[in-house]
């Protein structure tokens, strides 16, 4: 897994990094929250681990930032020193899959991951595969494939991608969009919906195969086409 660690302590953030690394996963430190969101559009990790006090903002600003711009399928841990009841209550409420003190044991700390990755790997949205005409779109390697070549997107373009194939040949409003790709708290205008799909139209190449459209209906949003009942839907 690729696993990023927004800790400001230098010696934890090491300490987590050699745990983790030892035991095959891949990490990136972040010494502040805003270090994170910053990066976090052009890296795509397979889980967090998320300090509550960082220097800049509290790591549960973090946290509501995750779950309304990456979505709620990337596993989320809390660490930190604090552990009264309604510090756990409060984090698990917005949205954090575990919560572990700071003082955590290396064993138990890879346990709580591993346990982790397993409930990601048999989800059944995280690994299925749409196959439609010349596309294979697989949500568990974040992939399109179009006339066998992989095109490339960035995550949140390839999440938008994803919602509109999972919803073929049916009209998603803007605002719908906004809610299943942004976060249903995302606090982003119409605008940006509307300037992704122009670079997704583009990306996706629908334009070179007559039997697909991606196009704007009146005022109310997008649909993404496609003319064949040939529709298929597997797990992998």
């Given at each position: ?6 800790e ?25 929250g805003?270090?994170?969101i910053?990066?976090?559009g ?28 990456l ?39 890879l ?87 122009s ?21 109310m ?16």
């Open positions: 897994m690729y696993i990023a660690i927004i400001d302590d230098p010696s934890q953030a090491k300490l987590l990094s050699l745990w983790l690394e030892k035991a095959g996963h891949a990490c990136k430190v972040f010494p502040r805003k270090t994170f910053e990066s976090a052009n890296e795509e990790f397979d889980l967090l681990i998320i300090d509550w006090v960082l220097p800049d903002i509290n790591g549960d600003d973090v946290l509501r930032w995750a779950r309304n711009n979505g709620w399928e990337i596993p989320i841990i809390f660490m930190t020193f604090r552990d009264a009841t309604d510090d756990i209550a409060k984090i698990l409420h917005l949205g954090a899959d575990d919560y572990i003190s700071k003082s955590v044991d290396r064993k138990e700390l346990a709580r991951i591993s346990t982790l990755q397993r409930r990601a790997k048999f989800s059944p949205q995280s690994h299925s595969i749409i196959k439609i005409g010349n596309y294979v779109v697989d949500n568990s390697q974040h992939k399109i494939i179009f006339n066998g070549e992989e095109i490339k997107l960035t995550p949140k373009e390839f999440k938008l991608a994803y919602y509109l194939f999972k919803n073929i040949n049916q009209l998603r409003t803007r605002a719908d969009l906004l809610a299943n790709v942004w976060g249903r708290n995302a606090e982003i205008s119409t605008r940006t919906v509307d300037i992704h799909i670079r997704l139209r583009k990306k996706l190449r629908v334009d070179e195969d007559a039997n697909w459209k991606l196009e704007a209906v009146s005022s949003g997008y649909r993404l086409s496609y003319d064949s009942r040939e529709v298929s839907t597997a797990a992998s």
